[in-house]
């Protein structure tokens, strides 16, 4: 599978966002998406995600088959606040609801029951939504989506509300899930040492277009990242193999 984005461009207000993105994203491959702020990396999810109006395509197809996007993208926003009274097994259930005539089986229960042990919150399973804590909620709204098994997962700030326990849990549970299902996942990230960790490939964005799409090593070099930060920086390679921004002064 193949997600294909080609010349895509977003106006807001009269306002150029985007403009003139072209790239491949390719089944099994995970995509951190960074940028300064104001960048344009909420609206180029949501774009492909097709929540907003743009020129240019977006397409995912299946060797030459055009696959229905609807069927098979999830997006996950930042965290918002909650107010239901659902528990986390109705929340996370709900990503499976198809029409009001749906019935819930067995292998339905179970298949949000594995869903909510391998995010490590099946303990919260009958707690209220209003309840939880915010890093708890975005724990809830991930498990929402990987429930329905979709094949391209969009993910806005995932652990942007979580302490590094939870961080860590959400990050390899997308990891996991991308290579499991084969899926295409572009996520969200201002850490640059959780892209570095934990993508494939890292989608940079300047001056409302794509300035680079390529291995970490390659993307988190420090003249570039100064050009986009505006921030002196040093890039080291931890212990464990990692690339590391260090943040040094302003510009």
Same mark, same amino acid.
């Given at each position: 599978m193949?997600? +294909?984005?080609?010349n895509?461009?977003? *106006?807001l +207000?009269?306002?150029? %966002?985007l403009k003139?993105? @072209?790239?491949?994203?390719?089944?099994?491959?995970?995509?951190?998406?960074?940028?300064?702020n104001?960048?344009?990396?909420?609206t180029?999810?949501?774009? !492909?995600a097709?929540?907003?109006?743009?020129?240019? @395509?977006?397409?995912?197809?299946?060797?030459?088959?055009?696959? $229905?996007k609807s069927?098979?993208?999830?997006?996950?926003? =930042?965290?918002s @606040?909650? @107010?239901? =009274?659902? #528990?986390?097994?109705?929340?996370?259930?709900?990503?499976?609801?198809?029409d009001?005539?749906w019935?819930?089986? &067995?292998?339905?229960?179970? =298949?949000v029951?594995n869903v909510l042990?391998?995010?490590?919150i099946?303990?919260?399973?009958?707690?209220?939504?209003?309840?939880l804590?915010?890093?708890?909620?975005?724990?809830?709204?991930?498990?929402?989506a990987?429930?329905s098994?979709?094949?391209?997962? /969009? /993910?806005?700030?995932?652990?942007?509300?979580l302490?590094?326990?939870?961080?860590?849990i959400?990050?390899?549970? !997308?990891?996991?899930? #991308?290579?499991?299902?084969?899926? %295409?996942t572009?996520? %969200?990230?201002h $850490? /640059?040492?959780?892209a570095?960790?934990? +993508?494939?490939k890292i989608?940079?964005?300047?001056?409302?277009?794509?300035?680079?799409?390529?291995?970490?090593? /390659?993307?988190?070099?420090?003249?570039?990242?100064?050009?986009?930060?505006?921030?002196?920086?040093?890039v080291?390679? *931890?212990?464990?193999?990692?690339?590391?921004?260090?943040?040094? &002064?302003?510009?």
């Amino acid at each position: 599978m193949k997600l +294909s984005v080609k010349n895509l461009g977003v *106006t807001l +207000s009269d306002k150029s %966002i985007l403009k003139d993105i @072209s790239a491949n994203f390719y089944e099994g491959e995970m995509v951190g998406v960074i940028g300064h702020n104001g960048a344009g990396k909420t609206t180029l999810l949501k774009a !492909i995600a097709g929540l907003i109006k743009y020129e240019g @395509s977006v397409e995912i197809t299946d060797g030459e088959k055009l696959v $229905d996007k609807s069927a098979v993208v999830r997006y996950v926003p =930042q965290m918002s @606040s909650v @107010s239901t =009274q659902l #528990t986390v097994f109705e929340m996370v259930l709900l990503g499976l609801v198809k029409d009001l005539s749906w019935k819930v089986t &067995k292998d339905i229960f179970q =298949q949000v029951d594995n869903v909510l042990h391998a995010m490590q919150i099946d303990q919260l399973a009958y707690i209220p939504m209003s309840e939880l804590s915010g890093g708890q909620r975005q724990l809830v709204f991930l498990a929402q989506a990987f429930v329905s098994k979709p094949k391209v997962l /969009l /993910l806005d700030e995932p652990t942007s509300a979580l302490d590094i326990r939870h961080q860590l849990i959400v990050m390899n549970a !997308i990891k996991n899930y #991308t290579e499991t299902h084969s899926a %295409i996942t572009l996520t %969200i990230m201002h $850490d /640059l040492l959780s892209a570095s960790r934990f +993508s494939q490939k890292i989608l940079l964005l300047e001056n409302k277009g794509l300035s680079i799409l390529d291995e970490p090593a /390659l993307v988190l070099e420090a003249q570039r990242l100064e050009r986009i930060y505006n921030v002196k920086v040093s890039v080291e390679k *931890t212990q464990s193999g990692f690339l590391n921004v260090v943040p040094i &002064k302003p510009i």
